[in-house]
């Protein structure tokens, strides 16, 4: 028997980096990127409202007209004058031609007007082009794995295909004459193998679902002959 520390030692010296593919986003998870992915967008792409409310310039005036309205998967840039404010929500675009929104919290207001009860400061919930990231930038390094939010960012900067390390399959060598499988009749003298359940459950943890247990005889000659029948069979395969 050795240290755990010493086998994997053994093992950081003889292995060598896995083959890489091309992977849809969405069947990336658990895998390791081969390269860097760069942002083709700036997120957000325009500027966006952080809240449900009114968009305004900003200055000493309390009260506005409204001169429309901007929901979300809207464009409409409208031209405000500084009397005038639009209705906005939340992740709608912001015109040009305004720069602060106030809350709807904060506003008194009728079908034609509103009044600013609490007003914020200038370029308040306003979240500028490429305020997440920018066009060009670094979104995820060589070797990041991917979860569950990396899909969605990914998802969200419009990126369908990214260049991972493709996973490795895993041979797990049982030996011990003494070992029976769980579910068969256990007879005196054996107990059951738990340890390749074990391990296979571990591998699954980090994203190795292609796993194959053997099992052989507990002495030298069988095990030597099982691993170069299960090391062919697995570059072959």
Not at 81 to 95: D, L, M, N, S, Y
Not at 136 to 164: C, K, M, N, W, Y
Request: glycine share 6%; net charge positive; aromatic share 6%.
């Amino acid at each position: 028997m050795i240290e755990v520390s010493k086998a994997l030692e053994i093992i950081e010296a003889n292995c060598t980096k896995m083959p890489t593919k091309c992977i849809s986003v969405s069947k990336a998870l658990g895998y390791v990127l081969a390269e860097k992915v760069i942002s083709p967008i700036d997120m957000p792409p325009f500027r966006q409202s952080a809240m449900d409310g009114y968009a305004f310039k900003h200055s000493i005036r309390h009260q506005y007209d409204l001169a429309g309205i901007s929901q979300a998967g809207d464009h409409s840039n409208i031209k405000l004058k500084t009397t005038e404010a639009i209705r906005i929500f939340t992740g709608a675009f912001v015109p040009d031609s305004a720069d602060t929104v106030v809350m709807q919290e904060h506003v008194m207001a009728n079908s034609d007007s509103i009044l600013i009860a609490e007003m914020p400061e200038k370029f308040s919930n306003v979240r500028p082009k490429g305020e997440q990231i920018a066009k060009d930038e670094v979104v995820f390094e060589t070797h990041t794995l991917i979860t569950p939010a990396a899909i969605g960012f990914l998802a969200s900067l419009g990126i369908t295909e990214i260049e991972v390390y493709k996973k490795p399959k895993v041979a797990i060598l049982v030996t011990g004459n003494e070992l029976v499988q769980p579910g068969k009749k256990l007879k005196k003298g054996k107990i059951f193998e738990s340890n390749s359940v074990m391990l296979e459950a571990a591998l699954q943890t980090i994203g190795i679902a292609k796993t194959k247990v053997y099992r052989v005889k507990d002495n030298l000659k069988a095990t030597k002959k099982a691993l170069k029948s299960i090391l062919k069979n697995m570059i072959l395969s």
